[in-house]
């Protein structure tokens, strides 16, 4: 269908391997006049797409949903806010998600936790990576912002029992990795460099 939006396409994309089927993971705003965001998931086959779901959300009046870490090992779950954490079950028939634990947790930082990669399991642990956002106005007046990370690790009870100090993978402004994976005991993350270049 024709974009209805200046953000054209999905956003952030993240792979997850579930029931023995590729997804692809991330947000669109483009179906609506004024960029109302959902998670989607794109179900892959040979790098080609052969469905669709847009995820809605129990509070339709949400403007913008993004930032979903797929839980590898748990299929069609999600950890939707880090800080308090909050894990989301995603239904394919009816395009839908609920809320299915929700843990407090005790984490200070200078900025909101957001979601980044996906959930890995390593041990008796989950393990992801998140970002942190520094929004500004330059001096010509346009929004910019710094990003941070750090990794998160929570037990198999979603408490959080780690958090790294923040960290920049180039020191740069626009850097996010939407992505990580375990293979062969080292933890693989792949980053992307303002909006035009992954590593």
């Given amino acids: 269908s ?3 939006w200046h953000f054209v396409g999905l956003g952030d994309g993240r792979l ?6 590729l997804f692809l993971c991330g947000v669109r705003r483009d179906t609506t006049n004024n960029g109302i965001g959902r998670m989607e998931l794109s179900e892959l086959e040979n790098g080609v797409e052969v469905n669709r779901t847009r995820i809605e959300v129990p509070n339709f009046t949400s403007y913008c949903e993004k930032n979903w870490m797929p839980i590898v090992d748990m299929p069609f779950h999600f950890i939707k806010w880090t800080n308090p954490t909050e894990i989301v079950k995603v239904d394919l028939v009816t395009n839908t998600s609920k809320t299915v634990k929700s843990v407090d947790q005790v984490v200070n930082t200078n900025r909101d936790i957001r979601g980044g990669s996906q959930v890995i399991s390593y041990k008796n642990y989950y393990i992801a990576i998140t970002h942190e956002v520094n929004l500004f106005f330059n001096k010509l007046g346009q929004k910019d912002a710094n990003y941070y990370h750090r990794f998160i690790v929570w037990d198999k009870d979603w408490n959080i029992v780690h958090t790294s100090p923040e960290f920049t993978f180039f020191s740069s402004n626009i850097e996010f990795s939407c992505g990580i994976a375990l293979v062969d005991n080292s933890i693989i ?6 909006d035009t270049t992954s590593f």
């Fill in 2 to 4: 024709t974009p209805k």
């Fill in 189 to 194: 993350v792949t980053v992307g460099l303002q």
């Fill in 16 to 21: 997850a391997k579930w029931n023995n089927k």
